[in-house]
């Protein structure tokens, strides 16, 4: 039994080898366009996800856990790359988690673990310390960065309009960068292709609640949904 089950195992990789190749070769047929090289400024956002303290403050509940990627110069190499896409003209969209004092919004008879978190730590309360927002990304008067409404949803576009904003600024590119890649920051990224955005992954400027599951959603997950790059090679690319 077990061998008929791995004979039939081989047998629907290989089948499924044989769609992809033929797939390919079809795409290759219909000469398929290529991805862009180079993207507007104006027709370009950047979505920065939860930039918070429950992360990037000391006192933040899982700021330790990500501190040694701050001491190599995540934040600080977000906030220059921000300033820089702002001069470029590029719209900063600000995204944020938040609940009521007393989380009455959510369900607390679901047995789904990333809301029942925030309740057991009656977690990122409007106002609080843990949901203040860091403070070096904060814009100048002359730049009209978005600061949407804070969301109870996983995705940035879930439940703030942000889909519809973006539209009528006829943005056609998204960037996402934040926290975390393996939580949030992925939802945001298949929702924005979902809904048809050229999506790129700031990969230098994201980082992952589990390390080692992030790093290889990286390198074979998010490439279905979007192009994985650098902050300076997508800063190259904005015209």
Known sequence: MKSTRLNLKNWLWCIAMLVLALTASHASAQDVPLPEKSIKASETAIILVDFQGNFVNPDGAW???FKP????GMLDNTVKMVDEARKKGVWIIHVTEGYTQNHRELDWTNAGAF???QLLRKAWKVGSKEAAYYAPLMPKAEYNDLFL????QVSAFGGTGL???LRSKGIRNVAVAGFTTDVCVYATVIAGYDLGYHVFSLEES???FFTGLSKEMLTTVYPMWSTV???RPFLDMVQ
């Open 115 to 117: 809301h029942r978190g």
């Open 206 to 208: 994201m980082l992952g």
């Open 69 to 72: 990627d701050y001491d190599k």
């Open 63 to 65: 700021y330790a856990k």
């Open 229 to 231: 790059i650098g902050n």
């Open 163 to 165: 889909n519809e904003i």
């Open 149 to 152: 409404a804070p969301r109870i």
